[in-house]
């Protein structure tokens, strides 16, 4: 990591990869105390153009060390951006902008959507821009919040309670972390009046903390339920085994239950 870092200084782009994020911490004073820091630290004269690419996330039978979530300690951090994309074209697309970007960048994809999700991707180049949402799928009673693998599950759980009747869910995507498109997801908000934030990190301190405090802050009014959370629990880290893995992770039944729950209020 200090060799990528110092090779931004140089002018090149280094594309560091950390397999997994587990063995991401002998680096973190390279991002945190360094790349982050570079350009304020300098007043603009020095960038550090590095994307850092990170394998994270559970579901995988992983374990302790093969299985964490690191967003939340990248996501508190001014001066680097953080990306996590949930679909192959959204992948290629952010994956090339984080690249173009004179900024230090977290790449974030989660392991288990290497296998588990398909979608197609155009051979021509093209740019998604970083720190923009996206409504994966229009509703106009709850909107859902997440990102990365979680959105999958979010999708899903919006299918049920489609056909069940109960509600017309609206998914946003974050695909970026950091900085985080408010507009979007207040808008979001607004029209439909109920909030539900999934992620599978921790629930404390997470990124969804932030997402409900925007929303208590500047949509307040339009509220018609408590904000409503899905998250991993505050475990040291994921189990190992299948039944604690499975209790760990969110899930699409979780998150339908969630969305029951906030319809009915």
């Known amino acids: 990591m200090g060799i990528a870092l110092g090779a931004s200084f140089r002018g090149l782009r280094p594309i560091p990869e950390v397999e997994f994020a587990d063995f991401l911490w002998p680096a973190v004073n390279q991002l945190i105390g360094e790349a982050a820091r570079a350009c304020y630290g300098t007043d603009g004269?020095?960038?550090?153009?590095?994307?850092i690419r990170i394998p994270y996330g559970?579901?995988?039978?992983?374990?302790?060390?093969?299985?964490?979530?690191?967003?939340?300690?990248?996501?508190?951090?001014?001066?680097?951006k953080v990306v996590a994309p949930a679909t192959p074209y959204d992948a290629k697309g952010l994956l090339k902008s984080a690249i173009r970007d004179n900024n230090p960048v977290v790449f974030l994809e989660h392991k288990k959507t290497y296998r588990l999700v398909r979608g197609d991707v155009p051979d021509e180049d093209?740019?998604?821009?970083?720190?923009?949402?996206?409504?994966?799928?229009?509703?106009?009673?709850i909107t859902v919040v997440s990102y990365g693998l979680m959105?999958?599950?979010?999708?899903?759980?919006?299918?049920?309670?489609?056909?069940?009747?109960?509600?017309?869910?609206?998914?946003?995507?974050?695909?970026?972390?950091?900085?985080?498109?408010?507009?979007?997801?207040?808008?979001?908000?607004?029209k439909t009046g109920?909030?539900?934030?999934?992620h599978e990190d921790n629930i404390t301190g997470g990124v969804g903390s932030e997402i409900a405090a925007l929303a208590a802050d500047q949509a307040f009014d339009y509220l018609d339920a408590p904000i409503g959370r899905v998250c991993g629990p505050d475990v040291p880290t994921m189990p190992f085994a299948q039944?604690?893995?499975?209790?760990?992770?969110?899930?699409?039944?979780?998150?339908?239950?969630a969305l029951r729950n906030l319809a009915a209020y």
């Open 151 to 190: 959105i999958h599950y979010c999708l899903e759980a919006a299918e049920q309670l489609a056909s069940e009747g109960v509600a017309q869910v609206e998914v946003v995507d974050l695909r970026t972390l950091k900085p985080l498109d408010t507009e979007t997801v207040l808008e979001s908000v607004k």
């Open 45 to 51: 004269k020095v960038n550090a153009p590095v994307t």
């Open 126 to 141: 093209y740019v998604l821009p970083i720190g923009k949402a996206e409504v994966k799928r229009p509703g106009k009673n």
């Open 243 to 257: 039944t604690l893995e499975d209790a760990y992770m969110p899930s699409t039944q979780k998150i339908a239950e």
């Open 58 to 80: 559970g579901g995988i039978r992983g374990g302790l060390f093969h299985s964490q979530n690191v967003e939340a300690i990248f996501f508190h951090t001014p001066g680097l």
């Open 194 to 198: 109920k909030l539900l934030i999934v």
